[in-house]
């Protein structure tokens, strides 16, 4: 079992930059992947990043490449999103997300957390 909770989100102008952390509990988190999604409003949840269990490979949506940057250390149990070069188009609740082989599925993921908000203003 891993209990996830996600911090950091908040207001930002565009142009600026966030990083969110997601605190994983339970003895598995390091061999596990980890993944970030957004859902903006009267949108459907969509994938952002995700990350192997060593951190070794890295994936990202093709909006955020190149301005997100997904980490983790498992020496802290966290898993981290720098976000940069933010625009509007980015609000949106923020979730991270665990499980045994990462990808891009939301439905693949079995473990997520209570999500937190990102709101950037023009």
């Known amino acids: 079992q891993v209990q996830l909770v996600e911090s950091g989100g908040g207001l930002v102008q565009a142009g600026g930059s966030l990083r969110l952390s997601c605190a994983g509990s339970g003895r598995t988190f390091s061999s596990i992947a980890m993944g970030w999604f957004r859902q903006a409003p009267g949108k459907e949840r969509e994938f952002v990043a995700a990350?192997?269990?060593?951190?070794?490979?890295?994936y990202y949506a093709d909006s955020v490449k190149g301005r997100f940057i997904i980490s983790r250390d498992n020496a802290k149990n966290t898993v981290f999103l720098q976000m940069n070069s933010l625009n509007p188009e980015d609000t949106a609740i923020y979730y991270c997300a665990a499980n045994r082989v990462g990808g891009v599925t939301a439905s693949r993921y079995e473990y997520w957390g209570q999500g937190t908000q990102l709101t950037v203003s023009s």
């Open positions: 990350i192997s269990w060593s951190g070794s490979s890295t």
